[in-house]
Structure formats: C-alpha cells, structure tokens
C-alpha cells in the first residue's frame, strides 16, 4: 500500500480517513482546520491511498494536546486500522513509518495513550506491548501511558500533575473535547440538546489551546465526559448511549 503525507498542499482535497467523505461535512472541515493549525507544529498525518480508516497521525510530545511530560519523544495522537483494512500488516507499515521517521528526527522514542484492556478510541495494549512498548505511567480509572524508547537509559514518559485533579469540578455533568476527532463537531451540540431537554446539568469545556490541553484533568482530551467530577466515559456518544447514561444517573 502507498503511503500518502497531509500537506498544507494536498489537505483540503485528500480524505482524511476518520471522517465521512463530504469535505464540506462540518466533521470533516473541523477536523482539517485542527489539523492544519498542526502541522506547522511538526504533525504528521500519514495515511494508506485508501477511503478509509487506515493511519497514523503523531506529533513531538511537546506539542501534543495530551497532559503529559516526554520531553523529546513523538506523541501518536491515533493509530486507526480497521474494516476491510484489518489484517493486512497496515498497523505494523504506519507504525514503522512512524519510527523512522521519529529517529530520523533525532527523537528519543514514541509515546501513545492505551489502556489497561482494549477499549473504543485508545491504542490496544496487546498491539502496542507486541511492538515492544512499556507501561511508563497510569491515571485512574483505566489508562496508561505506553512508551517504546529508541535507547537505554532516556527520560520516561509520565502524566502531568493535572490528571485526576477533579476535586473543584462542578456537580453534574462536564465534558471535556477537542477540535481533534472529528465526530465532536457533530455529537457535543446534539448532547447538550439532549441534557437541555431533561434539564441535566450539563456544562461543556472547548479545549482550544495546546496549553489548556495540557492542563486537562483527564488524558484523554478529544472527549472526555465526568459526573460529579467522576469520569463516565472517554468514549464520543451516540444519542442511544447517552440517553442510557442519562437514565443511569437518575436524570
């Protein structure tokens, strides 16, 4: 498979994989103009020729709108294989595109957001300890920050301090999101409807700088949703399940 790199150049005609295929869909528009706003950062979106899930996109950790602290590693933000594009060894030839090209520029190693069993929009530990990641550091309730060093004897990875600093978080919900995954420019307006309707206390919090990421209590920081300073889910929601949330919470 040939690999294609986003450009400013090529970005607004290429599909970027994730997202429907209308590059005027407000999903799509929003997720290219977080991405070009990147890309002078030093992002890179690497994808297969395909229409379809199948890339990797990853950013020196300094600039990653994660909270964590990896000082001259790369930050893989999404490593997304899937569909008919599953088992075909895509995982493995983005992944090692990735690390040539990190080492190339001189980074110590790779960093990416897992969990302690596969879950919905985070990396999969199997998959990633496979490739020969470590654990380098954990945040309740569920994730891990995965590292694979290029050396011996480098700096580890870790979560900033601001992870799980929920205490003066307001009662009711809370969500977390990002310009970063697409399907938020379409489900955040439909679930603050949706709290509106059952008068849900319900307050959103648009992350728009790489700074306020990094200050954000949960690791995950595309979409994030806490009740009574609880996380709930990590996972972006559909109507169905959060109206399932909604009735679990007594709302």
Not at 102 to 118: E, Q
Not at 208 to 229: E, H, I, N, V
Request: aromatic share 12%.
């Amino acid at each position: 498979m040939e690999l294609v790199k986003l450009t400013h150049e090529n970005i607004d005609k290429e599909h970027i994989c994730c997202a429907i295929s209308n590059n005027k869909d407000i999903q799509v528009m929003s997720k290219k103009n977080w991405l070009k706003d990147r890309l002078d950062e030093g992002l890179v979106f690497l994808k297969g020729n395909v229409r379809g899930k199948c890339f990797i996109e990853y950013i020196p950790a300094e600039y990653a709108w994660a909270p964590i602290e990896a000082e001259g590693y790369m930050y893989i933000d999404c490593l997304w294989v899937s569909g008919q594009f599953k088992g075909h060894g895509y995982s493995n030839l983005l992944l090692d595109a990735c690390t040539r090209d990190s080492k190339t520029k001189g980074k110590k190693g790779l960093v990416i957001l897992s969990s302690k069993k596969k879950m919905g929009f985070l990396s999969d530990p199997k998959y990633m300890g496979y490739k020969g990641f470590q654990t380098a550091d954990t945040a309740e309730p569920y994730f891990e920050l995965m590292y694979l060093p290029f050396e011996e004897d480098v700096s580890i990875p870790r979560f900033r301090d601001s992870v799980g600093r929920q205490k003066d978080m307001p009662e009711g919900f809370v969500l977390y999101y990002t310009n970063q995954c697409p399907f938020t420019a379409k489900y955040v307006p439909i679930l603050e409807e949706m709290a509106k309707a059952k008068n849900a206390v319900f307050q959103t919090v648009h992350i728009q700088t790489r700074k306020d990421a990094q200050g954000c209590p949960s690791p995950f920081t595309t979409f994030s949703l806490f009740y009574d300073g609880q996380l709930v889910t990590h996972e972006i929601l559909s109507e169905k399940k959060f109206d399932k949330i909604l009735v679990d919470k007594g709302v």
